[in-house]
Every structure is written in C-alpha cells, then in structure tokens.
C-alpha cells in the first residue's frame, strides 16, 4: 500500500518496489506532487516502483540497467512504466490473447467461475448499498450482524462472555446469494479481531498521510 512505499523506499538495500491496494496507477498523475515522486523516471526516493492500476488493466513494467562491481551487482539506472493493456472505458483488450496460456488455465478457471456462481444462501428481500452514506444500509448490517455473531460465538465460556459486543463495518438482491454477489459486496476477506474497551479513552491525534495527502 502508498503509505508502507514511502517508507519501504528508504530502507537501504531495496532495490524496487511492486505495490497495489489503491486501484492507481504508478507512475502517473494521480501521485504528482507527492513526496519523494520522481514520474518522468518512475521512482519513489530513488528506488523504481510500480503499481499497475487493477483488474488486469495494466502491465507493470520496471528495467533495470546492472552493474558488476567486485562481484556484486547493483542497480545503476532504471525506468518504469506501467504500460496499458485493457480499455477500461470501452471494455477491450489491448493486447493480443496468449492462447497458450488460456488452454493452459482453462480447468481452473472454469472451476473458479463455477464456485462463485454457486449458491451459498438466500434472501427473501432485496439487499443494496444505494444509499449507505446517508442512512443504516442492510448490504453492511448483514457483514456486521455477522461478525457480532462470530465474536459473540467465541467468547462463550471465557471472562468476556456477558460483555455487550459492538460490531462495526464500513462501506443483494433478492433470491440466492452466490459467492460472486459476496465478492462484490465485500471484496476483502476481513481479519476478525477484538478490542477490550474500559472507560478510559485516549485520544490519537490524526496525522494525513502520503496517500491522503490533499492535492
């Protein structure tokens, strides 16, 4: 992620960087301005880096130029680009398909299709996130009642098990609920982890950081 590049870029002896997790592309416009960025060369404090914006639409490219001193070989010069290769706008390919490879993967991917078009439920009333910033949205009180659920589950039989337990979340149709409407109401498989709370509240100050700085 942005925020652990910064850093990781100042730590001797990383040679280039492979990062993600925004959905942005590196270099680009979207990182002007920022600390350390050098676009025209594709690097973050010296070192070459790359994030190939998401879902396959670009191809991440850094080349290296090495040197053989005593031995041991280090990085005199390098570019990065990361190079286009869907049109997310028009929905097309910009290469050329590799049939090779597709033959190649071809049982795990319709294996994969397969699951994530399989039922895991089913909901009797529609579930959406249309209005979630403006009201109590059922897409996340569903994740939320769940992880409630999961903790509440686990604490049975402990000290904790009659402590009142907060379940926090942040942002289906009616019918079966498959695998693939999870994903995309939830992309990333959350770390379920609990917080002891007494009533001392200490205050963190916010600092922005490298990825929210403000343009």
Same mark, same amino acid.
């Given at each position: 992620?942005?925020?652990?590049? *910064?850093?990781?870029?100042?730590?001797?002896?990383?040679?280039?960087?492979?990062?993600?997790?925004?959905?942005?592309?590196? @270099?680009?416009?979207?990182?002007?301005?920022?600390?350390?960025?050098?676009?025209?060369? #594709?690097?973050?404090?010296?070192?070459?880096?790359?994030?190939? #914006?998401?879902?396959?639409?670009? *191809?991440?490219?850094?080349?290296?130029?090495?040197?053989?001193?005593?031995?041991?070989?280090?990085?005199?010069?390098?570019?990065?680009?990361?190079?286009?290769?869907?049109?997310?706008?028009?929905?097309?390919?910009?290469?050329?398909?590799?049939?090779?490879?597709?033959?190649?993967?071809?049982?795990?991917?319709?294996?994969?299709?397969?699951?994530?078009?399989?039922?895991?439920?089913?909901?009797?009333?529609?579930?959406?996130?249309?209005?979630?910033?403006?009201?109590?949205?059922?897409?996340?009180?569903?994740?939320?009642?769940?992880?409630?659920?999961?903790?509440?589950?686990?604490?049975?039989?402990?000290?904790?098990?009659?402590?009142?337990?907060?379940?926090?979340?942040? @942002?289906?149709?009616?019918?079966?609920?498959?695998?693939?409407?999870?994903?995309?109401?939830?992309?990333?498989? /959350?770390? /379920?982890?609990?917080?002891?709370?007494?009533?001392?509240?200490? /205050?963190? @100050?916010?600092?922005?950081?490298?990825?929210?700085?403000?343009?």
């Amino acid at each position: 992620m942005e925020n652990s590049v *910064l850093y990781l870029s100042q730590v001797e002896g990383i040679d280039a960087i492979l990062f993600g997790h925004a959905h942005k592309t590196f @270099p680009s416009a979207d990182f002007k301005g920022k600390t350390g960025v050098d676009l025209e060369k #594709g690097t973050i404090n010296g070192v070459p880096s790359v994030e190939p #914006g998401f879902w396959g639409d670009h *191809l991440g490219i850094i080349d290296l130029n090495l040197e053989n001193a005593d031995g041991k070989w280090k990085v005199v010069d390098s570019k990065t680009e990361a190079r286009p290769i869907y049109d997310t706008a028009n929905k097309k390919s910009l290469v050329d398909t590799d049939q090779a490879i597709v033959d190649a993967v071809k049982t795990e991917h319709d294996a994969t299709i397969e699951y994530v078009r399989g039922p895991v439920g089913n909901t009797s009333a529609p579930i959406n996130s249309y209005f979630a910033l403006v009201q109590d949205d059922p897409s996340i009180q569903i994740v939320t009642n769940a992880q409630k659920w999961y903790v509440e589950k686990n604490l049975k039989g402990t000290e904790y098990e009659n402590l009142p337990v907060l379940s926090a979340g942040a @942002p289906f149709k009616a019918g079966d609920v498959t695998e693939r409407l999870i994903i995309r109401t939830f992309r990333q498989e /959350r770390l /379920r982890s609990r917080t002891y709370l007494t009533s001392t509240c200490t /205050r963190i @100050p916010y600092t922005p950081l490298w990825s929210r700085e403000p343009k």
